[in-house]
């Protein structure tokens, strides 16, 4: 079984901090998926990294996925309140199988006013 | 438009008693997954659908599970005799394909088993 490794799994910081979250696996995953989950709602889609080395970035939030494919990460800069909730990442991988995501156990990220 | 649409959003049930969970996707989106989401747990992986083809049924964690899904479209997970431990929130999810297609989540339906 491919297993992701999320962490830290709880974060709580001020409005205004910069903060890191990973996701790292033993395990190769030809792409990596980066959702936000709000209570009482389903994830939603942030970003898809394919390419090892790739780095997305979406406003104040830069996604990473590792040279070889095993880990990533995402950074908050200047965290809102607006971006509480669980960050969770999926690994997919290739072949007949690819449908199939493993996700992580999420970080839960609190940013007080 | 519509997203994925789930229901009951809230289900409370007795031990041993059936459910049934609905699930109705966005509009010719061909593939339909089923996840659990258990308190500090990932999401779970249940079944895929991918259009006329056999599903993959391979993450259901027992024979009282079971899927189906009519017409293309709509699908209903059903849950037998349940048990606490099925205690879940079971999330649907669709996309325009497989692979690489991006999954579209519903809100989920909370069930609890006292």
């Known amino acids: 079984t491919q297993l992701l490794e999320q962490s830290p799994q709880f974060l709580s910081i001020q409005e205004g901090e910069n903060l890191t979250v990973y996701c790292n696996s033993s395990s190769v995953f030809s792409s990596l998926q980066w959702y936000r989950q709000e209570p009482g709602e389903g994830p939603v889609l942030l970003v898809t990294?394919?390419?090892?080395?790739e780095v997305k970035k979406l406003k104040r939030l830069t996604f990473q996925f590792g040279d070889a494919r095993k880990d990533s990460s995402l950074h908050i800069t200047a965290a809102q309140p607006g971006d509480t909730g669980l960050y969770l990442c999926a690994g997919g991988r290739s072949g007949g199988s690819n449908y199939k995501l493993t996700f992580g156990k999420g970080t839960l990220l609190t940013v007080n006013p | 438009g519509a997203g994925v649409s789930q229901s009951p959003s809230n289900k409370v049930t007795e031990k041993g008693k059936d459910v049934e969970l609905r699930c109705d996707p966005i509009?010719?989106?061909?593939?339909l997954y089923w996840y659990r989401q258990s308190l500090g747990q990932g999401l779970e992986f249940l079944i895929y659908?991918?259009?006329?083809?056999?599903?993959?049924k391979s993450g259901l964690p027992s024979d009282r599970f079971s899927a189906e899904r009519t017409g293309g479209s709509v699908s209903t997970l059903t849950i037998q005799r349940t048990q606490q431990e099925d205690s879940a929130v079971y999330l649907c999810?669709?996309?325009?394909?497989?692979?690489?297609?991006?999954?579209?989540f519903g809100n989920g339906t909370r069930l609890t088993v006292t």
């Open positions: 659908f991918q259009g006329n083809s056999a599903p993959d």
């Open positions: 999810a669709s996309s325009l394909s497989s692979g690489s297609s991006p999954l579209h």
């Open positions: 509009s010719g989106h061909t593939a």
């Open positions: 990294v394919v390419t090892g080395g």
